[in-house]
């Protein structure tokens, strides 16, 4: 083996291979274990999804817990509670959903009729990019048209066939919910007594601290936006004239668990609706529209100022992270995907926590400039004295090995003539 330094080629030593063949292994194992862990994550969707689900959901309605357990009641008489009210606003969420959807079930073949006449407009795009599949099969040599089959399926079966395995997901959401919210302090008690010495029976109990208040000042908040949301959605499709406004209201307020993907189902919902049941294209494109200013209003201001800049997360790694559960879990994953990255922000917190940018030399904020520049001021000047720092270390490195004055480089005296 050789490494090349300076322009020319030297021999690589064998301990140098050695650590190059070692740090290869290490990332192999690290890379089959990532590889293990998601084949586990998605066979195991029946059992770890509602047990995921019920954990974030456990730490949503911890307060109420401890407030309940603060007036006496028995922690897993407080469980049995958080448990019923749960299933009281399932309960309610289903009435307002079961009525309207029934009536829009009588109207979907009318409905269908009516998108199938407007697709029809859109009949010469479609020939035209079926001229240009033929052209590009005779240029590549290839005969095969693109065909759309439909199986045939019974969608009474289908839902047959989901049922149980949509209970027993259900019951095991349940049934963990309960016992999680009635052993949370003994589950919190037992991790601390793994702890081998006090710094980190702190850092993990204010880990678990911080977990809790995140999840759940975060889950309480976006419920009341989500609520308030589909409120606003409401009286805006009943002010329009949309049909069933309290079933786009209530639709709204759900999709709105999810950022991005449920903003996006929520417009081609309402698109497809108002292709369906409105003539005129402004007439069609205002649902949606009024649901996009309303999205950006919640998104861009309310969210923000409810939330704070303390549980603000990257847009970027939001969208992987839903992308990721969405893939893994389905409508679940996309439920937990935040709160995910809550709890990973706050238990890396804690086990690497980081320092502050603090230079020695601060900046001094101007009038006109903002609290992002002043950041990044702050941070170019530290990493300024931190260069600096480093020049000085070698500087003060080279004088030591610089032979003293009067001798060579040797450390000889030089021969007098």
């Known amino acids: 083996m050789a490494r090349r330094v300076g322009g ?30 998601l084949l586990a994550l998605k066979e195991g969707q029946v059992f770890l999804a509602p047990v995921t689900l019920a954990v974030v959901t456990g730490l949503m309605f911890g307060p109420l817990a401890d407030r309940l357990e603060a007036w006496g009641v028995p922690p897993a008489l407080s469980a049995g509670i958080v448990v019923l009210t749960l299933i009281g606003l399932v309960l309610v969420g289903g009435a307002l959903f079961s009525v309207p959807l029934s009536e829009w079930v009588d109207r979907a073949p009318a409905i269908w009729d009516k998108l199938q006449r407007e697709l029809a407009s859109w009949q010469g795009v479609l020939q035209s990019f079926g001229a240009v599949q033929e052209e590009l099969s005779g240029i590549f040599g290839n005969s095969a048209r693109m065909e759309v089959r439909v199986e045939d399926g019974n969608a009474v079966t289908s839902v047959a066939l989901l049922a149980p395995s949509i209970l027993a997901q259900f019951a095991i959401f349940l049934a963990s919910l309960y016992f999680f919210v009635a052993t949370r302090d003994h589950i919190r008690i037992s991790v601390l007594t793994l702890c081998v010495s006090r710094r980190m029976r702190w850092r993990t109990a204010h880990m678990f601290r911080d977990v809790e208040q995140k999840v759940s000042r975060y889950l309480i908040s976006i419920t009341i936006i989500n609520v308030g949301v589909g409120i606003v959605v409401s009286l805006i499709m009943w002010a329009i004239g949309m049909p069933s406004p309290l079933l786009w209201g209530a639709l709204a307020a759900v999709l709105n668990y999810i950022p991005y993907v449920g903003m996006a189902v929520m417009w081609v919902i309402l698109l497809a609706v108002g292709l369906g049941t ?45 992308t990721f559960w969405l893939w893994t879990w389905g409508p679940i994953g996309g439920v937990i995907a935040v709160p995910a990255l809550l709890i990973a922000q706050s238990v890396l917190g804690h086990v690497v926590p980081s320092q502050p940018v603090r230079p020695r030399r601060p900046v001094r904020r101007t009038r006109d400039m903002s609290r992002r520049e002043e950041l990044l001021a702050n941070a170019a000047q530290a990493i300024r004295e931190q260069n600096d720092h480093e020049a000085e270390d070698e500087e003060r490195k080279r004088e030591r090995l610089q032979p003293p004055g009067g001798t060579a480089p040797s450390g000889v005296e030089p021969a007098h003539s």
């Open 8 to 37: 020319v080629a030297k021999p690589m030593s064998d301990t140098q291979f050695e650590r190059v063949l070692a740090n290869t292994a290490r990332l192999a194992v690290v890379a089959i274990g990532l590889v293990v862990a």
């Open 278 to 322: 409105r003539t005129g294209l402004e007439q069609i494109l205002l649902p949606v529209g009024c649901y996009m200013v309303v999205n950006f209003l919640e998104g861009q201001l309310i969210t923000p100022h409810f939330i704070g800049r303390a549980m603000t997360l990257n847009p970027f790694v939001i969208f992987l992270s839903i």
